[in-house]
């Protein structure tokens, strides 16, 4: 026998008609022989709900935040019930099946309430449950510290819940079932010839996923990367045995993919605000002044250039932050202008940040050269450039997302044929 993890997001979840076809899809891998363990998210747009009602209760006691514990207790909720509503359906189809908080496997957590990191899950209680031949019905998101007190592991993090469940319960796969079937070369939205990718490394989805493309939460892909879980991800819309009910992606170490390519994909982000500091005396300790100040507020810096003035002896520098990051940002750097002295400093929201990930990129050249020159052959700007191994970003004008994204598309030979 062997043990599967399925993981169900919250649209897949949103109302019991959804729930039902759910139990279906778990009834059919359990029919099949495997043991199941299922990781289920709040229905959809009610962990959003459940925020807002903590942000009424702090605003409504003027001058006392909410405790991040009690937050955490309240937002965790939304996976209790959907937990509870899929147990039930599995039961009156006939099977068994029982729910498992956080708590009660337990998910041991540190006590970063708001975005907890998973320490241990002691699952022997929770192994001999499914090996027994009883469905594990888990909520996801949710874990507890070491204290007893109930933590969330960041939003979207019922996907790191399916992962270190299948770790810890040593199971073949981690099927996560969404709203799309898979993993695509770029945003469908954008460009209808992406193609569904059948396989992908770990490394390509780690980048995708913190580049903006939105199917798994960053931390899950990390954990999966460094447990060796295989992660498939896939479609919750089909009914089992229904054509393209068992496709989707595989998530997997790059020696598992036979088809080899240059470009994998091509992803976006938005969420950019480009701020540009002019006039910095330009010399030792002024860069790290700067960006001291904006990391000791948890301000996160992406991209960075700076240039030196050709008639002066100063520099401009320009980076990136989260637009949400962007007014604090300003207010920060403004703070320590009198101290390191810089002539000005300004702030563009109107930029987006467009990536192209590839692990071939590490042994090939010209990578760089084509991006660059398809974005030129369209006329599109580049403001600044950032690159990893396997990955080069620019930021443009937000105005020219699209057709940016699809220049590269194309340019990579990443279009369907036919
Ligand atoms: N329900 C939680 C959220 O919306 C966790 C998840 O869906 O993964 O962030
Ligand atoms: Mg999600």
């Known amino acids: 026998m062997t043990r599967l ?68 207790l309240v937002v965790a909720s939304g996976e209790q019930v959907t937990a509870g509503l899929l147990a039930m359906t599995l039961r009156h189809m006939g099977h068994r099946a029982r729910s498992w908080l956080g708590w009660q496997i337990p998910i041991l957590t540190d006590d970063a309430h708001g975005r907890a990191r998973i320490d241990d899950i002691p699952a022997e209680a929770l192994g001999a449950a499914v090996d027994g031949g009883e469905i594990a019905v888990i909520a996801g998101f949710q874990g507890v510290t070491h204290g007893g007190r109930i933590t969330t592991l960041g939003r979207g993090g019922s996907d790191t819940s399916a992962v270190a469940i299948a770790a810890a319960l040593q199971a073949i796969r981690c099927d996560i079932y969404t709203d799309v079937d898979g993993v695509y070369t770029t945003d469908p939205r954008i460009e209808q010839r992406a193609r569904r990718l059948a396989r992908i490394s770990y490394e390509e989805m780690l980048e995708m996923a913190s580049l903006g493309a939105k199917v798994l939460q960053t931390r899950s892909v990390e954990l999966a990367m460094a447990k060796g879980v295989a992660v498939r991800v896939l479609s919750s819309f089909t009914e089992p045995g229904e054509a393209g009910s068992d496709t989707g992606t595989i998530v997997c170490d790059e020696e598992e993919i036979v088809e080899k390519r240059i470009v994998s994909g091509v ?39 700076q240039s030196r003035a050709r008639t002066s ?80 970003s620019v930021l443009i004008e937000s105005a020219y997302t699209e057709l940016a994204v699809r220049a590269l598309h194309a340019a990579y030979g990443l279009d369907q044929v036919g």
Not at 35 to 54: D, F, I, K
């Open 5 to 72: 993890v399925m993981k169900f997001g919250g649209t897949s979840v949103a109302d019991m008609e959804r729930i039902a076809r759910v139990a279906r899809l778990v009834a059919a891998e359990k029919a099949a022989g495997h043991e199941v363990a299922v990781v289920v998210s709040a229905m959809a747009g009610r962990t959003n709900e459940l925020v807002a009602w903590t942000d009424a209760a702090g605003r409504a006691a003027p001058g006392l935040e909410p405790s991040d514990d009690e937050y955490d």
């Open 313 to 392: 002896d100063t520099a401009n520098m320009t980076f990136t932050v989260g637009k949400r990051d962007a007014v604090r940002a300003m207010e920060l750097i403004r703070a320590i202008q009198a101290d390191v002295g810089f002539e000005d400093a300004q702030v563009d929201e109107d930029v987006a940040k467009v990536s192209v990930i590839g692990v071939g990129m590490r042994s090939h050249t010209g990578v760089a050269k084509t991006m660059f020159g398809a974005l030129a052959d369209r006329g599109v700007n580049i403001q600044v450039i950032s690159t990893s191994e396997i990955k080069i």
């Open 267 to 305: 992803t976006y982000s938005r969420d950019e605000a480009k701020i540009t500091v002019l006039g910095l005396p330009d010399r030792p300790g002024v860069s790290s002044k700067l960006f001291s100040s904006l990391a000791d507020a948890n301000v996160n810096v992406d991209m960075i250039v």
